[in-house]
């Protein structure tokens, strides 16, 4: 029977203290972001025609759903403007954490209620 090898305590220990400190890159996908906003629009109370194209039999072509801008090199969400489409609802079902490139994010003359987080 052969021996298992073991390893020096000193250098799993470093491995996990390595693993630990390297920062976490957490990011969304297009995919995730046409989910999320669905999601979103699903919830409102009343949502313009307009944002038909924001469909998941439509999620391949993300940036060219209406009211959306996406990064030039990425293809993720990097603006919304929602700005006079008579949407009514809150932003409780917004999931903000699928949108780590969003830079702005228009919603004036729209009755929506919810707090929009200050890093956007």
Do not use: Y
């Not at 957490?26 to 972001?33: C, D, E, G, L, V």
């Not at 699903?42 to 060219?64: F, G, I, M, T």
């Not at 917004?94 to 969003?102: A, E, K, P, V």
């Amino acid at each position: 029977m052969k021996a298992v090898p073991r390893i020096p305590f000193s250098l799993l220990f470093g491995t996990l203290l390595l693993l630990t400190l390297l920062p976490l890159k957490i990011t969304s996908s297009p995919r995730t972001q046409a989910e999320a906003l669905v999601k979103w629009k699903n919830s409102l109370s009343s949502a313009d025609p307009s944002l038909s194209s924001w469909s998941l039999s439509n999620v391949n072509n993300l940036c060219n759903w209406t009211s959306i801008v996406c990064g030039d090199s990425t293809g993720e969400v990097s603006q919304i403007h929602l700005s006079s489409l008579n949407l009514t609802g809150t932003l409780d079902e917004f999931d903000f954490s699928q949108f780590r490139n969003l830079t702005a994010f228009n919603l004036n003359n729209n009755n929506l209620l919810g707090t929009i987080p200050p890093a956007i």
